[in-house]
C-alpha cells in the first residue's frame, strides 16, 4: 500500500528528524507505528546514520503491530524486522539474524542487557508505550537505563504518559534525557514540584503539584515532547457511550450485602485506626493490597461469579450475561468486542456464546479484521496497547470494568481510530448498587487510581449504613 502521510504525520516525522531524543505523545490512532518505521528507514537508508535499532513493546504489540506495518507499507517493505521472542534459543538465534529492526518485548528487556553487555550496540531505541516504563524501580526500567544512552537516537511513543499523574513523568523522561529537564533523581524531582499528601509517618503514598508546577514542568518538556490529540487531526467517525444497568436478584442481592459488610467495614476500621506501633509501611502497602482483594470480590459478583477462598467458582447471577446477548441480538449479527476481566467471566461468556472467540495472536487478529469473527472476547491488557482492531467491528461491550483508567482508554481506542468507518459504541454493563458504579464515575472523572479504589470503598460502605 502506497503511503502517503497526513500533516500530523509529516509534523511527526520532521519533528523525530530534528530531535534525536525525543517523546511522541500521540493519542491512539494517529499512526505512531508507521511514523517511527519511516522515521528509522530515513535514518538509516537515506541518512546513513545508524546502523540497527531496537523497539521495545508489549508482547501482543511486538509480536504482531511492528512487522504488520512493515509488510503493509510499500515504502517500508525493504526492511528486514526480527522479533527476539520465544523461548531462549529462539532469542539468541534473532539476536544473530542480520536485520534492519530488533523487536522485542518490555518482559525480556532485562534479559536482552545481560546477555548482550558490552556489545549493546543498537543505535536507535524505540520504546513503544513509554508509560510502561514509569516506575523507576522495575527491573526493566533498571536494566534499559544502564544501556540506552548508548544509542544516538531514542524514541519514546505514547498516548498516555501520565496514567496516575505527573509523578509517573520522571522515569519515562530520563530514559530520554539523563535527567537534564525534570533532574537527576526522583527525590529532586519530588522536591521541585511535588507536596507531601495523604501520608503517615514518614511513609508518603499521595504526592500533590505545587502550585504552578503543572506549568513549568510542561514548559521543561515543551522542547522534546511532541503532544497532538486525535480531536485535532482526525476525522473520526463519532464515538458514543452507553450504560446498561443490570439489577441483581435478590439472591445475589443478599450474598453481596453480606460480603460487603463482613468485608469492607472492618478494612475502613483498620485503614482509620492502625496504630504508629504497627509500622508504617503497612498502612500504605497492606491495606492497600487489601482494599484491591476485596474490591476484586465485590466486582467478581457484580459480574457473576467469584473465587471462593480455594479458587473454586462459585456462580452468582447472570444478569450481564442476559444483557450481553440482548446486545447482541439487537446488533443482528455485526461483529462485538467484548472486554472481561476474570477467568471465570471467560469461562461463562464462552458457555453463553458458543460463536466467541477468545483473543491469540496474529491469527485471531486477521481472522477478527477479515470478519471472521461475531464476538472477540478481550482482556483490557491484551487490547491495551497498538492493537489494530478498527476494520473488524465498531461495538465494545465492557462486561467487566477496570480501576485503570489508561487500559479503559487504551482498549476503546482500538476501534475508534484511523481506519474505522462507523460510529463506535462503548456499552458498559453496570451492576445496579455495587462497586461497578463507583468505578464508573472513577473513570468519569478521570481518578482511575488506588486513591480513588479507596475513597469510593469508604463512601460505598459509609452511606450503605446510614
Request: charged residues 25%; hydrophobic residues 40%.
Given at each position: 500500500?502506497?503511503?502517503?502521510?497526513?500533516?500530523?504525520?509529516?509534523?511527526?516525522?520532521?519533528?523525530?528528524?530534528?530531535?534525536?531524543?525525543?517523546?511522541?505523545?500521540?493519542?491512539?490512532?494517529?499512526?505512531?507505528?508507521?511514523?517511527?518505521?519511516?522515521?528509522?528507514?530515513?535514518?538509516?537508508?537515506?541518512?546513513?546514520?545508524i546502523r540497527k535499532a531496537l523497539v521495545i513493546a508489549p508482547k501482543r504489540v511486538a509480536e504482531d503491530t511492528w512487522s504488520r506495518e512493515q509488510a503493509k507499507w510499500d515504502h517500508l517493505k525493504h526492511l528486514r524486522v526480527v522479533k527476539i521472542m520465544?523461548?531462549?534459543?529462539?532469542?539468541?538465534?534473532?539476536?544473530?539474524?542480520?536485520?534492519?529492526?530488533?523487536?522485542?518485548?518490555?518482559?525480556?528487556?532485562?534479559?536482552?542487557?545481560?546477555?548482550?553487555?558490552?556489545?549493546?550496540?543498537?543505535?536507535?531505541?524505540?520504546?513503544?508505550?513509554?508509560?510502561?516504563?514509569?516506575?523507576?524501580?522495575?527491573?526493566?526500567?533498571?536494566?534499559?537505563?544502564?544501556?540506552?544512552?548508548?544509542?544516538?537516537?531514542?524514541?519514546?511513543?505514547?498516548?498516555?504518559?501520565?496514567?496516575?499523574?505527573?509523578?509517573?513523568?520522571?522515569?519515562?523522561?530520563?530514559?530520554?534525557?539523563?535527567?537534564?529537564?525534570?533532574?537527576?533523581?526522583?527525590?529532586?524531582?519530588?522536591?521541585?514540584?511535588?507536596?507531601?499528601?495523604?501520608?503517615?509517618?514518614?511513609?508518603?503514598?499521595?504526592?500533590?503539584?505545587?502550585?504552578?508546577?503543572?506549568?513549568?514542568?510542561?514548559?521543561?518538556?515543551?522542547?522534546?515532547?511532541?503532544?497532538?490529540?486525535?480531536?485535532?487531526?482526525?476525522?473520526?467517525?463519532?464515538?458514543?457511550?452507553?450504560?446498561?444497568?443490570?439489577?441483581?436478584?435478590?439472591?445475589?442481592?443478599?450474598?453481596?450485602?453480606?460480603?460487603?459488610?463482613?468485608?469492607?467495614?472492618?478494612?475502613?476500621?483498620?485503614?482509620?485506626?492502625?496504630?504508629?506501633?504497627?509500622?508504617?509501611?503497612?498502612?500504605?502497602?497492606?491495606?492497600?493490597?487489601?482494599?484491591?482483594?476485596?474490591?476484586?470480590?465485590?466486582?467478581?459478583?457484580?459480574?457473576?461469579?467469584?473465587?471462593?477462598?480455594?479458587?473454586?467458582?462459585?456462580?452468582?447471577?447472570?444478569?450481564?450475561?442476559?444483557?450481553?446477548?440482548?446486545?447482541?441480538?439487537?446488533?443482528?449479527?455485526?461483529?462485538?468486542?467484548?472486554?472481561?476481566?476474570?477467568?471465570h467471566d471467560l469461562e461463562r461468556l464462552k458457555e453463553r456464546f458458543p460463536q466467541a472467540v477468545r483473543m491469540g495472536g496474529s491469527d485471531t487478529i486477521t481472522a477478527w479484521n477479515n470478519g471472521e469473527i461475531p464476538m472477540l472476547l478481550c482482556q483490557?491488557?491484551?487490547?491495551?496497547?497498538?492493537?489494530?482492531?478498527?476494520?473488524?467491528?465498531?461495538?465494545?461491550?465492557?462486561?467487566?470494568?477496570?480501576?485503570?483508567?489508561?487500559?479503559?482508554?487504551?482498549?476503546?481506542?482500538?476501534?475508534?481510530?484511523?481506519?474505522?468507518?462507523?460510529?463506535?459504541?462503548?456499552?458498559?454493563?453496570?451492576?445496579?448498587?455495587?462497586?461497578?458504579?463507583?468505578?464508573?464515575?472513577?473513570?468519569?472523572?478521570?481518578?482511575?487510581?488506588?486513591?480513588?479504589?479507596?475513597?469510593?470503598?469508604?463512601?460505598?460502605?459509609?452511606?450503605?449504613?446510614?
Amino acid at each position: 500500500m502506497k503511503y502517503i502521510p497526513r500533516k500530523h504525520q509529516q509534523l511527526a516525522e520532521e519533528f523525530c528528524m530534528t530531535h534525536p531524543r525525543a517523546a511522541l505523545l500521540l493519542d491512539m490512532g494517529l499512526g505512531k507505528t508507521v511514523i517511527t518505521l519511516t522515521v528509522l528507514n530515513r535514518l538509516k537508508y537515506e541518512e546513513f546514520a545508524i546502523r540497527k535499532a531496537l523497539v521495545i513493546a508489549p508482547k501482543r504489540v511486538a509480536e504482531d503491530t511492528w512487522s504488520r506495518e512493515q509488510a503493509k507499507w510499500d515504502h517500508l517493505k525493504h526492511l528486514r524486522v526480527v522479533k527476539i521472542m520465544g523461548a531462549k534459543e529462539k532469542r539468541l538465534a534473532a539476536l544473530e539474524t542480520d536485520a534492519d529492526i530488533y523487536v522485542i518485548n518490555r518482559e525480556n528487556v532485562e534479559w536482552l542487557v545481560e546477555t548482550l553487555g558490552t556489545k549493546w550496540d543498537f543505535d536507535a531505541v524505540v520504546i513503544d508505550e513509554l508509560s510502561s516504563f514509569k516506575s523507576a524501580k522495575a527491573k526493566r526500567w533498571k536494566a534499559l537505563r544502564k544501556v540506552i544512552f548508548r544509542a544516538i537516537y531514542v524514541y519514546g511513543l505514547t498516548g498516555t504518559p501520565a496514567p496516575n499523574g505527573y509523578m509517573d513523568l520522571w522515569p519515562e523522561i530520563y530514559l530520554l534525557d539523563r535527567g537534564e529537564r525534570l533532574g537527576r533523581t526522583l527525590g529532586a524531582y519530588r522536591t521541585a514540584f511535588f507536596n507531601p499528601g495523604a501520608h503517615r509517618g514518614h511513609v508518603v503514598f499521595d504526592w500533590r503539584l505545587k502550585p504552578g508546577a503543572r506549568q513549568k514542568i510542561d514548559a521543561l518538556l515543551s522542547d522534546i515532547c511532541l503532544s497532538m490529540g486525535k480531536d485535532d487531526w482526525l476525522d473520526l467517525p463519532e464515538r458514543s457511550y452507553n450504560t446498561i444497568t443490570v439489577t441483581l436478584d435478590r439472591k445475589a442481592r443478599k450474598l453481596y450485602e453480606q460480603f460487603k459488610t463482613d468485608k469492607i467495614l472492618p478494612l475502613l476500621r483498620e485503614r482509620e485506626g492502625l496504630s504508629l506501633a504497627e509500622g508504617e509501611d503497612y498502612d500504605s502497602a497492606v491495606i492497600g493490597d487489601m482494599a484491591a482483594q476485596i474490591s476484586g470480590k465485590l466486582l467478581q459478583m457484580a459480574n457473576g461469579a467469584v473465587y471462593d477462598e480455594n479458587r473454586e467458582v462459585f456462580r452468582i447471577h447472570d444478569a450481564k450475561l442476559d444483557a450481553l446477548e440482548e446486545i447482541a441480538d439487537t446488533c443482528a449479527g455485526q461483529p462485538i468486542l467484548v472486554l472481561y476481566n476474570y477467568q471465570h467471566d471467560l469461562e461463562r461468556l464462552k458457555e453463553r456464546f458458543p460463536q466467541a472467540v477468545r483473543m491469540g495472536g496474529s491469527d485471531t487478529i486477521t481472522a477478527w479484521n477479515n470478519g471472521e469473527i461475531p464476538m472477540l472476547l478481550c482482556q483490557p491488557a491484551s487490547a491495551g496497547h497498538g492493537l489494530n482492531l478498527q476494520e473488524g467491528g465498531h461495538i465494545i461491550v465492557w462486561f467487566g470494568l477496570t480501576w485503570s483508567l489508561e487500559l479503559y482508554q487504551q482498549a476503546n481506542d482500538r476501534l475508534h481510530r484511523m481506519g474505522q468507518r462507523s460510529a463506535v459504541i462503548v456499552h458498559h454493563l453496570v451492576a445496579a448498587d455495587t462497586l461497578d458504579e463507583r468505578v464508573m464515575a472513577a473513570l468519569t472523572r478521570k481518578d482511575a487510581t488506588q486513591k480513588g479504589l479507596l475513597d469510593a470503598l469508604k463512601s460505598y460502605i459509609k452511606e450503605g449504613l446510614t
